[in-house]
């Protein structure tokens, strides 16, 4: 079973800010948290990972909180072409699993114009 | 450069037929793994290579699922006698070094078997 658990859906305005929460309270101290998301008929792209400190990337934020237990992934300007399911995905970077990734449902983002 | 390639994008099997799935990995990527999307779940994890190593395949449903990477790069998965409940998107990733380690994996656009 997946180690984490999102809102099945969320809507955005374009051009604002969407905040997509994650919790994943049974966190281990050796397993990332990772965001991927699977647009329409393609598949999965990843987007951002992290440990404990905070993360930025091209495409967007991560925030985790200080007791790892739940994380937010940002998206700081939504466009239409962000509309996607987000999986929110933690995995150990060694020991025990093949390092395969065990999604969820994911949370439906729609941007709307 | 190119990404994870997958063939064919749609294939529809009569119950009961054999199919053969393939993916073309990103070149010199180390590991492979293949999941299985259906309607309106997640991938779920099917199996996974390390070069043509098959370490991982605690996820094949049953044994008419057989999946190869004879030379380390190109992989296939097989299902025999086709059920029903196969149906689903079949997707291929490939990450560049073994898998214990954080690496991305990047995937494919997957195949979408359809049994009738």
């Known amino acids: 079973d997946a180690k984490t658990t999102q809102p099945p859906s969320m809507d955005c305005a374009e051009g604002r800010a969407a905040n997509l929460p994650c919790n994943h309270s049974t966190i281990s101290g050796n397993e990332y948290v990772y965001w991927y998301r699977q647009i329409h008929s393609q598949g999965p792209q990843y987007i951002i990972h992290g440990l404990k400190n905070n993360e930025t990337n091209e495409m967007a934020s991560l925030i985790i909180t200080e007791d790892r237990k739940s994380s937010t992934l940002i998206l700081p300007h939504a466009t239409l072409r962000d509309t996607a399911v987000y999986y929110c995905i933690v995995r150990a970077s060694y020991g025990g699993s093949q390092g395969n990734l065990i999604f969820g449902k994911g949370t439906k983002l729609s941007v709307k114009p | 450069g190119a990404g994870v390639s997958q063939s064919p994008r749609y294939k529809v099997a009569k119950r009961g037929q054999d199919v053969a799935l393939r993916c073309d990995p990103i070149?010199?990527?180390?590991?492979l793994f293949w999941y299985q999307q259906a309607l309106g779940q997640g991938p779920e994890f099917l199996t996974y290579?390390?070069?043509?190593?098959?370490?991982?395949k605690s996820g094949l449903p049953s044994d008419r699922f057989f999946a190869e990477r004879p030379e380390g790069s190109v992989s296939t998965l097989k299902i025999q006698r086709t059920q029903q409940e196969d149906s689903a998107v079949y997707l291929c990733?490939?990450?560049?070094?073994?898998?214990?380690?954080?690496?991305?994996?990047?995937f494919g656009p997957g195949t979408r078997l359809t049994v009738l």
């Open positions: 070149s010199g990527h180390v590991s």
């Open positions: 290579f390390q070069n043509e190593a098959q370490l991982d």
């Open positions: 990733a490939s990450s560049p070094v073994g898998a214990f380690s954080t690496d991305t994996q990047y």
